[in-house]
């Protein structure tokens, strides 16, 4: 498996397909690469276009591949007051898509991402050919539910929000957990995924999503008969631990045209843990025959 060279000393500066272009007034960063029809890449909670390095190589020699770093997430700007919820991400995501002349794409999320590309794709499905999630977050699953009460508890945020950007093994350790086995943490990722947390804003923008979970799950979830028949493959680890493999089915049966694939002993980041696997599967889904619809 070819590997990009994605560490914090080169990952920013010079890199040759790094763009940046404006949305809303701040400045979202993304990278382009490969050639083909245009497949989004939307990385999950705390996440950003590192969260792809593997995925890259193995679909650029057929999609020209968008993998962007949310605003306040990742190298993007943080500008002050970004509204979080579902709905305000999917509408920013289309107008990343028109500042860029998209007007159809592929979409894969992850996680968060994922429910950001349902209502992405709920607001505007015609423009949407085929939809990839990897345990997306959905009204079906309780675990998000939970923690987004706890995490965003006005006495506790500010606690959080300051103290874990100072605690970078606490940031390991939760990012550890979303392994179904630990052994399978590709070298470097705690390392890349700590370095956004170096500028100020990263936290704060995190805990502005908790804010908006529940109600933003219950938006999505009144949305989600407005996608319509947008094929769409579901990839789960049986051992996810953020969002419930149980909540699948539910989301499976609320999508018109959805398969599922899961994958025994894989936690929460599937195109990391086992990316040859997820990349074929991808790469299968994304190269079979369109469904007419």
Known sequence: MKELSWSPENFLPGAPHEQWVMVEGAGMRYFRFGSGP????????????????????????????????????????????????????????????????????????????????????????????????????????????????????????????????????????????????????????????????????????????LRSWNPSLQDLQAMLPQIGPVPTLLIWGTRDGAVSPASAAHLEKALADCRTLLLPGVGHLPYEEMPDVFNRAVEEFLLAEPTPR
């Open 38 to 209: 245009p497949l989004v890449l939307l990385h999950g909670l705390l996440g950003y276009s590192f969260s792809w390095r593997f995925v890259l190589p193995a679909l650029s020699s057929h999609r020209t591949l968008y993998a962007v770093d949310t605003l306040g997430a990742g190298f993007s700007e943080r500008p002050p007051g970004l509204d979080c919820s579902l709905r305000a991400s999917a509408e920013r995501l289309w107008r990343f898509l028109d500042a860029l002349a998209l007007e159809q794409c592929d979409l894969l999320g992850s996680s968060h991402g994922g429910g950001v590309v349902l209502m992405a794709a709920a607001l505007h499905p015609r423009r949407v050919r085929r939809m990839v999630l990897a345990a997306p977050v959905n009204p079906w699953s309780e675990h998000g539910k939970r923690i987004s009460r706890w995490l965003s508890h006005p006495f506790l945020a500010p606690l959080v929000g300051h103290g874990l950007p100072l605690l970078g093994f606490v940031h390991d350790r939760l990012l550890r957990r979303l392994y179904g086995d630990t052994a399978r943490i590709p070298p470097g990722t705690l390392q890349g995924y700590r370095a956004p947390l170096l500028t100020p804003g990263g936290f704060e923008h995190a805990l502005s999503i």
